[in-house]
C-alpha cells in the first residue's frame, strides 16, 4: 500500500466518457409521466424545457457517452481532481479505516456542479439557444451555471429563493460576476411566482418554486430559453459519474478498493458521480461495496418520505416522476442551515434504494457541523454543510472500525468548500441550530392530494 496522502491523475488520464447506469439496471427506472394524460411521456414533451441532445441522453441506454472535446477542454481548468487520503483524520480518530476523500471543491465555483452546467451549457448552444433559465437555493448551482454560461455565450437566469438571496449576498455577487441576471423567488415576473405571493406574500420561498419560476420563463420563451436543472434527472448524474470514474483509476494508484462509499444527497447528483461506477462493479462484478447516501432530518425524502409519483416542482408544471418524496409543497424549516432541501431525489437513485443496493441514512444539523469542524481541524478544509452531512457519517463508519478494529476502506465525495458558508458555521458556533426532525404527518398531509399511479 501506498505511503502517500495524494492521488493525483496527470491530464491525460481524464476519462473520456460518461457513465449510464441505465445500460445496467437489473430492472429499468419505471416511466417518467404526463401529468395530463397519465401516460409515459416522450421526447416531444420534454422539447420545450431542454435540447434534443439532453433529452436523448436522458432515455439512453448506452452504457457511456463520449464527453464532447469543447466540456473536456474546460474541464480540464480543473479536472482531475484529487483524491485524499485523511490520514490526519484517521490519527485523530484512532481509527484502524482508511478514509479517502474525492475533493470536487477544487472547481472554479467551489464545487461538483460545473461537471454537469459545462456540459447542459455545450449542448444548448450546439442547438443555437439563446439563454437558460435556473433555479437556485444556496447559490451553488446558480454560481456554476453563470460561469458555464458565460463560456459558452449564453445569457443566464437564475431564480434565486428568496431566503437565500437575503442571507448570502456573496453567492449573488458571484453570479453576477459570470453576467447572471439573478431573480429572489417567489417574483413576481411568472404565474407561478404571483400566485405563492397572492397567498403569501412574506413566503421565503423554496427550490419547488424557484423551479417553477425557471420552468414557465424558459416554457414561455418561444424556444429561445431552455430550462436547466443541476441535479435529479438522469443525464445529471451521468455528467457526475466523471468523479467516480476518475476514483476508479485513483483507487488503482492507491491500491486499495472501498468497502463504504458515502455522498450527502439533495437531488442525489454529487453521491450518484461519485458511486455509480462502483455501482457498475457491484452489479456487473459482483464487488461487496456498501453505498450510503446521506440526508438531512430536516429534508429526510428517502428515509421519511414515500416512493410514489410526484411533480418535481410545487406549481406542477414538470411531469410526474416516482420518487421518495415528502411532497411538492414541502418548504423546509428556516432554521435548517445544512442545504439539501429538495423535496424529492433523483429517480436513479430513488431505484437504486427500492432496490436494496445503496443505503440511506438522516442526520441532525448539530453533529454534522461538529464532524465539520473536526475535519477542517484536521484536514483544514471547510467543508460546504451539504456536504458535511457526508463528513459525518464517514466519521461515524471509521469510529465502528475503531470499535470492531477492522480496516475496513471509507471513500466519501467532498463535493465542495464551504467558503461561501461561513454564516452557516456561525449559527453553529453560537448555538442558533437546533436540530430538526421533519414530522411524518406532514408527509402524509403533503402527499394526500396527489395523483395516484399505479
Ligand atoms: C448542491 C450541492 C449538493 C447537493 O446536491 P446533490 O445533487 O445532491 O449533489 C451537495 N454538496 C454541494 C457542495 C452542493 O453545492
Request: hydrophobic share 40%; net charge negative; with cysteine.
Amino acid at each position: 500500500m501506498s505511503e502517500r496522502t495524494r492521488f493525483d491523475l496527470p491530464q491525460s488520464e481524464i476519462p473520456k466518457a460518461w457513465y449510464n447506469i441505465q445500460a445496467d439496471l437489473p430492472e429499468p427506472l419505471p416511466p417518467v409521466i404526463h401529468p395530463g394524460t397519465l401516460q409515459p411521456i416522450g421526447p416531444d414533451d420534454l422539447a420545450p424545457l431542454f435540447p434534443m441532445a439532453l433529452i436523448m441522453q436522458e432515455v439512453s441506454q448506452e452504457r457511456y457517452v463520449e464527453i464532447p472535446e469543447p466540456v473536456l477542454d474546460v474541464y480540464r481548468l480543473w479536472r482531475p481532481t484529487p483524491l485524499i487520503r485523511a490520514r490526519r483524520l484517521e490519527q485523530h480518530l484512532d481509527t484502524p479505516a482508511h478514509i479517502y476523500y474525492k475533493y470536487e471543491g477544487t472547481s472554479p465555483s467551489g464545487s461538483h456542479k460545473p461537471n454537469t452546467a459545462v456540459a447542459q451549457a455545450f449542448y444548448n448552444k450546439e442547438e443555437g439557444i439563446k439563454a437558460l433559465t435556473t433555479e437556485t437555493g444556496a447559490g451553488q448551482w446558480g454560481s456554476a451555471l453563470s460561469m458555464a454560461c458565460h463560456f459558452f455565450d449564453l445569457d443566464c437566469e437564475v431564480y434565486m429563493v428568496k431566503i437565500s438571496y437575503q442571507q448570502k449576498p456573496y453567492r449573488r455577487s458571484l453570479m453576477q460576476t459570470f453576467g447572471a441576471t439573478v431573480t429572489p423567488s417567489p417574483s413576481n415576473k411568472t404565474n407561478a411566482g404571483r400566485a405563492i405571493l397572492e397567498q403569501d406574500p412574506d413566503s421565503p420561498g423554496s427550490l419547488g418554486i424557484a423551479i417553477s419560476e425557471a420552468v414557465e420563463a424558459a416554457a414561455t420563451s418561444g424556444g429561445t430559453k431552455k430550462y436547466s436543472l443541476g441535479s435529479v434527472l438522469n443525464h445529471v448524474l451521468m455528467h457526475q459519474t466523471i468523479i467516480g470514474e476518475e476514483v476508479v483509476k485513483q483507487m488503482e494508484m492507491a491500491g486499495e478498493y472501498p468497502d463504504i462509499m458515502i455522498g450527502c444527497v439533495g437531488g442525489g447528483s454529487n453521491f450518484a458521480g461519485l458511486v455509480l461506477p462502483f455501482v457498475r462493479e457491484k452489479i456487473v462484478n459482483g464487488k461487496d461495496i456498501r453505498f450510503i447516501a446521506v440526508e438531512p432530518t430536516a429534508a429526510p425524502s428517502l428515509t421519511k418520505g414515500k416512493y410514489v409519483y410526484d411533480f418535481g416542482d410545487t406549481g406542477k408544471m414538470t411531469p410526474l416522476v416516482k420518487m421518495y418524496t415528502l411532497g411538492h409543497s414541502f418548504i423546509p424549516a428556516p432554521i435548517h442551515a445544512g442545504g439539501l432541501r429538495y423535496h424529492g431525489m433523483a429517480p436513479i437513485v430513488c431505484h437504486l434504494y427500492d432496490l436494496g443496493i445503496i443505503e440511506a441514512v438522516a442526520v441532525p444539523q448539530n453533529p454534522v457541523f461538529e464532524a465539520a469542524v473536526t475535519f477542517a481541524r484536521t484536514e483544514g478544509i471547510v467543508p460546504a454543510p451539504e456536504t458535511s452531512h457526508a463528513v459525518r457519517v464517514a466519521i461515524d463508519e471509521a469510529l465502528k472500525c475503531k470499535e470492531s478494529g477492522e480496516s475496513k476502506t471509507i471513500v466519501f465525495n467532498l463535493s465542495g468548500h464551504g467558503h461561501f458558508d461561513m454564516a452557516a458555521y456561525d449559527a453553529y458556533f453560537s448555538g442558533q441550530l437546533p436540530d430538526y426532525d421533519y414530522p411524518a404527518e406532514e408527509v402524509e398531509r403533503a402527499l394526500a392530494d396527489l395523483p395516484q399511479i399505479a
